[in-house]
């Protein structure tokens, strides 16, 4: 429990309350894209290795989610998806954004078994809280 108290306690208590429903959506989806790709499509079984596998990384998605969308947060791939004209009817418009959003919300989920982990450690070696601040109050209060 003291690693897990430590990742918890490296986030500003708002930064962890904000963000829950993009974290579950995208963890979920992590596991459905990652579950499709399975190779054993001849496999009748649900449960199997690869699944088990799976598990383990949207586990680890799960707990080190806030951190990878703290590291993505002004990165490349942030500041070039917001930064895309996009050309086309409404409807297009509509459904290039919620497309991109959820690519992008899979790709954090995706990475941050990685990122977050590394993101983490940073955090911890410094003995920083990590924080987005969005001049937004706090509604979660």
């Known amino acids: ?12 208590p708002t ?14 989806l992590l596991f459905w894209v990652m579950k499709l790709s399975d190779s054993n499509t001849h496999d009748h ?7 088990f596998l799976i598990l383990i990384w949207v586990a680890l ?22 930064n895309m004209i996009y050309f086309g009817s409404i409807w297009s418009l509509i459904w290039k ?4 959003n959820l690519i ?7 990475i941050s078994p990685i990122s977050g982990i590394k993101t983490w450690r940073k955090a911890v070696k410094h003995n920083r809280k990590l924080f987005i601040d969005n001049q937004k109050s706090d509604i979660w209060n």
């Open 97 to 100: 954004l919620v497309a991109q």
């Open 15 to 28: 930064y962890r309350k904000q963000y829950n429903i993009r974290r579950l959506i995208s963890c979920f």
């Open 104 to 110: 992008i919300m899979v790709w954090i989920a995706f």
């Open 61 to 82: 998605a799960w707990i080190f989610w806030h951190y990878a969308f703290w590291r993505f947060q002004g990165g490349i791939i942030d500041t070039f998806s917001r």
């Open 45 to 51: 079984y649900w449960l199997n290795g690869q699944t």
């Open 1 to 12: 429990m003291g690693i897990y108290l430590s990742i918890t306690s490296h986030l500003e």
